[in-house]
């Protein structure tokens, strides 16, 4: 029987199977473990993932967020960064949330209850409607999208191409019913 799908913050164990799905997810182009910097520990990486969960050490275009690992019966299935606020680049192209889910464990839902917990997580925050978006060719994530209630950015449906992002698809999603 498969349990509840749990969001939660990374814990000191959980480094192996950590380290594991970067590497899958490495060939979808896509990155597990956000600004994972190899020359410090997974102690230390943890501990400036907490400060950033408070808007603080922030690098580069960072902002407040939460990067969180999706637990099913104890296995690591996926992750989701939750950004708390967006600036100009994550107001064009990356939007409130990016999530993914290892290889092994598609097609189960798994992506479709990461949003629903992130959208509530928003919620909580007070972010009333999340800008979620995707690449022209994921229909895995435009579904996502639209199974949680996600309809296209009535201003601006599609953005192209920015200096270091593809082209993508904008949606608006209701944080609550
Ligand atoms: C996109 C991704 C997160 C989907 O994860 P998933 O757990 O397989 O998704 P779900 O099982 O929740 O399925 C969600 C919807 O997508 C559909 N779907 C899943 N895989 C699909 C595929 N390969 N092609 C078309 N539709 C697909 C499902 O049928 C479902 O739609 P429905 O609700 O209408 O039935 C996963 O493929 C992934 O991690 N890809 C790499 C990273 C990525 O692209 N992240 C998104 C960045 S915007």
């Known amino acids: 029987m498969t349990g509840p799908l749990i969001l939660r913050p990374f814990h000191l164990d959980d480094e192996a199977e950590a380290r594991a799905a970067h590497h899958e997810l490495a060939a979808d182009g896509f990155g597990f473990l956000l600004f994972r910097d190899e020359a410090g520990t997974w102690a230390e990486y943890l501990a400036w993932l907490e400060e950033v969960r408070h808007g603080r050490s922030l690098r580069g275009r960072m902002v407040c967020s939460s990067l969180l690992v999706a637990e099913v019966d104890g296995a ?37 209850a990461i949003l629903r917990g992130s959208l509530e997580v928003l919620a909580d925050l007070g972010v009333e409607e999340a800008l979620v978006t995707c690449d022209l060719d994921n229909a895995a994530s435009e579904a996502t999208i639209r199974a949680c209630g996600g309809f296209p950015d009535p201003e601006l449906p599609l953005v192209g191409a920015g200096p270091t992002v593809s082209a993508k698809k904008r949606f608006l999603v209701p944080t609550s019913d």
């Open 76 to 112: 690591l299935v996926g992750r989701v960064s939750i950004r708390h606020e967006l600036n100009e680049f994550l107001a064009t192209w990356g939007g409130h949330v990016g999530y993914g889910v290892r290889p092994a464990y598609r097609r189960r839902g798994y992506a479709t």
